[in-house]
Each structure stands twice: as structure tokens, then as C-alpha cells.
């Protein structure tokens, strides 16, 4: 007997059938998609007796926007951050937007005139626009480039004495013996470590800086004219950061005082600094001078972006590049052969801030350095005591120095009054050992230079390095002669010891670093007078007319991210009662900017007056931010 067999017909009526109940009971237990909220608006709104400035003519678009690539990222710039070039007018910000062909497009809130745009793939074009934010949040139209990211790293090849891209932890690792670097900064505010190929250093006091120092010397040898070159590509000296490259005879771990313009540098040091005031050559005593420096050409520098710098030794003076291109010079000459690298970075000062170093190298001929690790050590009390003076019973560890074969103390002192460097001692428990400056004392009329960084080294007698003995060092002081005048604190301070290991530790775990959430502007209120005089808070003003200046602080959001979250607008009341609303996203979420209020005291009461602002974000879970002054009528 033939089987029967269920009719094709039917079986394709059935399939379909159980893929509707399946995608039924599917989608019955599929969570509803609920729409994302759309962005806060406010309603303007203007109190009696007061006046709030007009935003005028719509911005103008950037009259050109170029694109430059490299490893994974596109730097793209425009306005002041190209030669020659100025902001478009009535500029506050710029909304960023950016995509490849088939894919949709990614935006950013920006108040420099550069923005990097990195984890892109290499050899891949992406197609780029900017267009101009003012104070209320109009838009001009775009103006649009398009880039290619990847760098052929031709410009390594001459840094031949060194060249750490940081893919390695360990070259800034104090705990392996062949590490390159000595990091140097302010104990628990600074912190430095590796994560996707660059050194990544948090300054989290406000007020921060970085020292590296090369453990190896830059070594001069003339090549093409060129005597010394020392490269770098770092994100430093960007809007209100620092990037500063010492070239230092003998080896200190920091040189001069925060004095930008006169830091009181030692004999034949030369600095090269770059910040938001352009690019300067400085020099300490003994520095020949040659000829002029040349012109230099400053562009502004966005936050967050990767630029790269090299400082160019040369027989007829010091030539410094960025990108490329020459923006600052001097006729100096080094006097010496040989000389040690610091590189210091500093954050955007009074916040929180995160620094990048992608590279760092020098030319010359590479000279092994010696295989030490390190162990920071914290004295007694951060004061130089007195030769006499009776020290704190507090020391340190001697399990570092067990069975070592050399070891050292280096420390980092300065002094706010005059002092013979050369009796500065350490005592490690009962042994007082010399401590001799690495570098000759920045001087002025004979007296060493106030605030100015002196590292001294302390070689470590045999006793301490034996396998007998007490286990800590009790007490551990920094002393000098004649303290009381000298006035004298310890910078940093740590432990030396040469290391004989055949191979380094594991490496430490490099950490990602998520990009931090954008953040939104502060808001600062000013009370100026007819004359346009700042008013102290204290000053009775009487009945007259004042004017408030409202800023909200763009570039210092910008700090954290390298983009500014969106502004829908801000609040203004006069002693709690709401006097003022403005919105700053007509056309879409502004990035903050300047506004004047009049105000008319005589119609407020005589006496003491707050003032209260509130900045309202654009995104619905994002949180205002309040700043409170006050004024007296």
C-alpha cells in the first residue's frame, strides 16, 4: 500500500501558519520600544527693569576645514586652527558631523577650532562636515572635507637614540629594571599608565604636571645640520594645557620654577614650551646665542587632539616644529654633547584632566641605560629640616635595599629662600649621607633662584644594602644648613636600586580607557558697573544701572572629553524669584557662550542681593548646574 503523504499545499500552509503564531508569541514577548525623549526646550522669558542682549546676525561658516590623518585617527581643523586663517564670526561653537559611504553619520558638540576624531579603521576615507554654533545655538551651513586616516611613520626614523610609542607597559614601569622613563609628579594627584598604545597621565588635583625623564642622555651628532632632534606627539598643549621639553645637563628629575616667563632654568639648560601663548625658546646661564630665532607662526590648539612637535637642534639655533611646520625659535646653541630629556605635561589648569603621550624620542646615539627599579619613599615631613633640628620618628622600609648591589636616594627640593645647596644631607636612621645637586643651582646675584627644582642623589653606604640589619630606617629626613632661612620643601622622593634581573616582572595590566561622558558648561556671573568695572561683591552700588556678564565656560568643559555636552539654556533668578530664561538651542543644543543682562538696582530693595544661575542641558537626564553670587544696592 502506498504510504499517504500530506499534500505539499498543505505542509506550506501549515509552515506559514506556525511562523505566524512563532512570530506572534514573538513579538507578544518582545519589551515595547519606547522612543528616546526628545531634547529639553525652554521658552524665553525677561523680567521687568531688566534688558538681555540680542544674539544679532546669524554665524558664519569656517572659511576652509582640512583634514589630516594618522594611526586609526583624522585630525581635522578649521578657523584659527589652521595659518593664517581666523574664526568665523559670531562663533561660540561647532557641531562636528562625520561617516563612511553607507553608514550613518556621528556628531559632536566642539568649542576649539580642531577636533580629533580616533578608534577609526585605517585606509578608510570618512566623509566630514562643520558647521558654526553660536550663543543661542543658530547654525550656519557646512562646510565639509573629507579624510583618510593612516600614517606611513616615516617621521620615526630618525629618532634613533630612543623612540617608545608606549605599546609597552613596562617602559614606564618603576618596578622593571629595564624601563625607559622616570615618571615624576605630585604623589596621589598624578598617575601614569599605558592603555591603547599611548601613556595616559591623570592630573586630578586641578593644578597638575608631569615630569618624564629620559633614563638615557640625548646624545648631539650632526646630521644634515641637524645636531639633536627630540620628537613627540602628545594631546598636552592643547586649550590651557602645557607641553614643555627640558634639555638639561647631568640628570635632575625637574628643572625650574612655574614662572613661565622667567623659570629660572640651570646653566646651559634649554626649554622649549608650548601652551595656549604659542611656542618660546628659554635658556639658564651659558647658553650661546647665535643668531635670531626666526619667525614664528602660532595656530590654535584644540583639546583632546594629537599634535606632532620636534625640537631641532641646529648650529645656527633652535628650530620648533608642529606638524610640520616651524612656530617658534631661538638662536641658542647647546654648549654641550650631551644632556638629559624631560618632558613635561600639564593639564588645563584648576580641573581635572587627562593627558596623552602617543611617542616620544630623540635622535643621537642609543646608550644603554642602567637596569634600576624604584620604590617611592615619603619622608617624615615634606619641610627640609634643620641640621640640628630634632626629626619625626618616622622612616622607611629597608626590604628594597636587602642584598642590593648599588643603590641611591633621589630627591626633588626647592627653596623659598637662599641656601648652599651643597650642605643638603639625607638621614636614613643614624647615617647622614651628603646629597649632591645633579645639576648646577639656577642662581640670581648669587643666591640660588627662589622656587626653583633642585634634585640631589644620595649614594647609599654598603651598611644599608646588607642582608643584616634593622628593617626599616627610622627616621628618614631631607636637612640643610641654616633651614630657618632657606625655607625648603621635598617635591618627590624615592629609591634607586640596581637591578641585576635577567628578565622584567610581568607587565602590569594596561587598562581601557572609556572616552568620559561630555560635560556640561559652568556657568560664572560677573557684576560690572557704567564703567565696565568689575564690582566686588561687598561694594554697595546704590540705584544705578549694573550689567551681568554670564559666561558659560565652554572650552573648560571641553576639558574632559574633547566635546561639550549640549546647552538647551539657562536660568537666571534674583533672590529666588525667576528673572531671566534664554534659550541657546534654536536650530539645535548650543555649547554655551557670552550674555549682558541690565539691571536696574533702583527697583530692587537697598541691602544684599544673590544672584543664582542655573545652565539647563539639552539631554533630559542630564543634570543643571547652579553657581550663586552675590551684589549689594
Known amino acids: 500500500m502506498t504510504p499517504w503523504r500530506r499534500p505539499a499545499t498543505a505542509l506550506a500552509a501549515f509552515a506559514v501558519l506556525v511562523g505566524v503564531v512563532v512570530a506572534l508569541r514573538h513579538a507578544q514577548n518582545d519589551p515595547p520600544t519606547i522612543p528616546a525623549p526628545p531634547p529639553v526646550s525652554l521658552a524665553d522669558f525677561t523680567g521687568p527693569h531688566l534688558l538681555v542682549t540680542g544674539p544679532g546676525d546669524p554665524p558664519e561658516p569656517p572659511d576652509r576645514v582640512e583634514a589630516f590623518g594618522g594611526p586609526h585617527r583624522?585630525?581635522?581643523?578649521?578657523?584659527?586652527?589652521?595659518?593664517?586663517?581666523?574664526?568665523?564670526?559670531?562663533?561660540?561653537?561647532?557641531?562636528?558631523?562625520?561617516?563612511?559611504?553607507?553608514?550613518?553619520?556621528?556628531t559632536r558638540l566642539v568649542a576649539s577650532t580642531e577636533v580629533e576624531l580616533d578608534e577609526l579603521p585605517d585606509g578608510v576615507e570618512q566623509r566630514v562636515g562643520v558647521r558654526t554654533v553660536d550663543s543661542v545655538g543658530r547654525?550656519?551651513?557646512?562646510?565639509?572635507?573629507?579624510?583618510?586616516?593612516?600614517?606611513?611613520?616615516?617621521?620615526?626614523?630618525g629618532l634613533t637614540g630612543l623612540l617608545d610609542d608606549f605599546d609597552d607597559p613596562g617602559t614606564t614601569d618603576p618596578s622593571r629594571a629595564g624601563s625607559l622613563w622616570h615618571v615624576d609628579g605630585y604623589r596621589s594627584c598624578v598617575n601614569a599608565d599605558t592603555a591603547g598604545g599611548a601613556l595616559l597621565v591623570e592630573m586630578n588635583c586641578g593644578a597638575d604636571s608631569a615630569v618624564l625623564r629620559a633614563r638615557q642622555p640625548l646624545r648631539l651628532s650632526e646630521v644634515d645640520d641637524v645636531l639633536g632632534r627630540v620628537g613627540v606627539i602628545t594631546d598636552a598643549a592643547g586649550a590651557r594645557g602645557g607641553l614643555t621639553v627640558d634639555l638639561v645637563p647631568g640628570g635632575p628629575d625637574q628643572v625650574g620654577t612655574e614662572d613661565v616667563a622667567d623659570p629660572a632654568l640651570p646653566p646651559g639648560a634649554i626649554r622649549v614650551s608650548l601652551d595656549d601663548q604659542g611656542a618660546r625658546v628659554l635658556t639658564g646661564p651659558d647658553v650661546p646665542v647665535v643668531a635670531d630665532g626666526g619667525s614664528e607662526t602660532s595656530t590654535r590648539r584644540g583639546t583632546s587632539v594629537l599634535h606632532r612637535f620636534d625640537v631641532l637642534l641646529t648650529r645656527s639655533g633652535v628650530r620648533v616644529l608642529q606638524d610640520g611646520r616651524q612656530v617658534g625659535g631661538s638662536g641658542a646653541v647647546p654648549a654641550w654633547r650631551e644632556a638629559t630629556v624631560l618632558i613635561g605635561l600639564r593639564g588645563a589648569r584648576g580641573r581635572q584632566s587627562l593627558v596623552r603621550l602617543d611617542v616620544a624620542g630623540f635622535s643621537g646615539e642609543r646608550v644603554p641605560a642602567r637596569g634600576v627599579v624604584e620604590t617611592t619613599t615619603v619622608p617624615a615631613t615634606r619641610e627640609v629640616l634643620d641640621l640640628a633640628d630634632p626629626p619625626p620618628g618616622i622612616g622607611v622600609s629597608r626590604a628594597p635595599l636587602r642584598g642590593a648591589t648599588a643603590a641611591r636616594l633621589r630627591t626633588t627640593v626647592a627653596f623659598d629662600g637662599p641656601v648652599d645647596p651643597a650642605?643638603?644631607?639625607?638621614?636614613?636612621?643614624?647615617?647622614?649621607?651628603?646629597?649632591?645637586?645633579?645639576?648646577?643651582?639656577?642662581?640670581?646675584?648669587?643666591?640660588?633662584?627662589?622656587?626653583?627644582?633642585?634634585?640631589?642623589?644620595?649614594?647609599?653606604?654598603?651598611?644599608?644594602?646588607?642582608?643584616a640589619g634593622p628593617d626599616s630606617l627610622t627616621p628618614f629626613v631631607v636637612r640643610v644648613a641654616n633651614s630657618r632661612a632657606a625655607r625648603g620643601v621635598v617635591r618627590s622622593s624615592y629609591l634607586e636600586v640596581d637591578s641585576t634581573a635577567t628578565g622584567p616582572p610581568a607587565p602590569r595590566a594596561a587598562r581601557t580607557k572609556p572616552r568620559p561622558a561630555d560635560e556640561l558648561p559652568a556657568g560664572s556671573v560677573e557684576v560690572r558697573d557704567q564703567d565696565n568695572r568689575v564690582v566686588p561683591a561687598d561694594e554697595p552700588l546704590g540705584p544705578r544701572r549694573v550689567v551681568l556678564v554670564i559666561t558659560l565656560d565652554r572650552i573648560g568643559a571641553e576639558a574632559v572629553s574633547g566635546s561639550v555636552a549640549g546647552v538647551a539654556g539657562f536660568r537666571l533668578r534674583i533672590d529666588r524669584q525667576l528673572a531671566v530664561v534664554l534659550s541657546t538651542s534654536r536650530d539645535g543644543p548650543g555649547l554655551g557662550g557670552s550674555y549682558t543682562v541690565g539691571l536696574e538696582l533702583g527697583q530692587l530693595p537697598t541691602g544684599?542681593?544673590?544672584?543664582?544661575?542655573e545652565v539647563v542641558p539639552s539631554d533630559p537626564s542630564g543634570k543643571e548646574r547652579s553657581t550663586l553670587v552675590r551684589l549689594t544696592s
Request: proline share 10%; no cysteine; net charge negative.
Open 74 to 106: 583624522i585630525r581635522v581643523a578649521w578657523g584659527s586652527s589652521l595659518p593664517g586663517v581666523a574664526d568665523p564670526a559670531r562663533a561660540a561653537g561647532y557641531e562636528v558631523s562625520w561617516h563612511r559611504d553607507g553608514e550613518p553619520a556621528r
Open 139 to 157: 547654525r550656519s551651513p557646512w562646510r565639509e572635507v573629507v579624510g583618510r586616516t593612516g600614517d606611513d611613520g616615516r617621521w620615526r626614523d
Open 423 to 467: 650642605t643638603i644631607v639625607v638621614q636614613l636612621g643614624d647615617a647622614r649621607i651628603p646629597a649632591v645637586p645633579t645639576a648646577p643651582a639656577p642662581t640670581s646675584a648669587g643666591v640660588v633662584s627662589r622656587g626653583a627644582a633642585i634634585t640631589v642623589v644620595a649614594d647609599l653606604p654598603p651598611e644599608l644594602l646588607a642582608d
Open 608 to 613: 544684599e542681593h544673590t544672584v543664582e544661575l
